[in-house]
């Protein structure tokens, strides 16, 4: 199986500054065929579905702000929210989907200092 | 609208049965594989299977295989889980999500507690 680590476990960052979370995977999740990395990225609220904001590593999925962006490949991936707001506060997952089982890392929590 | 709604959680006894469904509306469920993934209170995500757009394949986590069963009836526009010899650590809050193969969209979920 695949083991997927998230770091920090939780961040506290001021409004309107940046914040990075970190994934990396136990085995590359390019794909060779397509040269694709199978990771995609979601933010958990509660009381609320997840929520798609990142896939194939750095697309952004359709009507996610541009201040999230995506990056890395291979084994290290990194999730960016460029100026974070207050209506981003929530624990962030990686999960890779290059193989089953669909592994997610740990889970970020993202508070306001 | 695309969305996914969960049902048929609740509290069950230790071994006991339940069977979750999630319903499709807004789009055919048919062309999608789909998955049923959990999490417990407290902690992260687990995902636990998947089952192919047309039903013929299917796989397990682990920690679920042998004991739940996943199906769909893409007639209906719906996905399952039966769920049996069900455990104390099996209570959590359910989710079903769409494959594209990202997993694109989820549902709110489903609480089932397992408890004497």
């Known amino acids: 199986d695949i083991v997927m680590t998230q770091s920090p476990d939780s961040l506290a960052v001021s409004l309107g500054e940046r914040a990075t979370i970190n994934c990396k995977s136990s085995?590359?999740?390019?794909?060779?065929?397509?040269?694709?990395?199978?990771l995609a990225w979601f933010q958990q609220k509660p009381g609320q579905p997840l929520k798609l904001l990142i896939y194939?590593?750095?697309t952004r999925e359709s009507g996610v702000p541009d201040r999230f962006s995506g990056s890395g490949s291979g084994t290290d991936f990194t999730l960016t929210i460029s100026s974070l707001q207050a209506e981003d506060v929530a624990v962030y997952y990686c999960q890779q989907y290059y193989s089953s089982p669909r592994t997610f890392g740990q889970g970020t929590k993202v508070e306001i200092k | 609208q695309v969305q996914l709604v969960e049902s048929g959680g609740g509290v069950v006894q230790p071994g006991g049965s339940l069977r979750l469904s999630c319903a499709a509306s807004?789009?055919?469920?048919?062309?999608?594989?789909m998955h049923w993934v959990r999490q417990a209170p407290g902690k992260g995500l687990e995902w636990l299977v998947v089952i192919s757009s047309d039903g013929s394949y299917t796989r397990y986590a682990d920690s679920v295989k042998g004991r739940f069963t996943i199906s769909r009836d893409n007639s209906k526009d719906r996905l399952y889980l039966q769920m049996n010899s069900l455990r104390g650590e099996d209570t959590a809050l359910y989710f079903c999500g769409r494959d594209r193969p990202y997993m694109d969209v989820w549902g709110k979920g489903t609480t089932v507690t397992v408890s004497s």
């Open positions: 194939w590593a750095s």
């Open positions: 085995q590359s999740l390019l794909y060779s065929s397509d040269n694709k990395d199978y």
């Open positions: 807004g789009f055919s469920l048919s062309i999608y594989p």
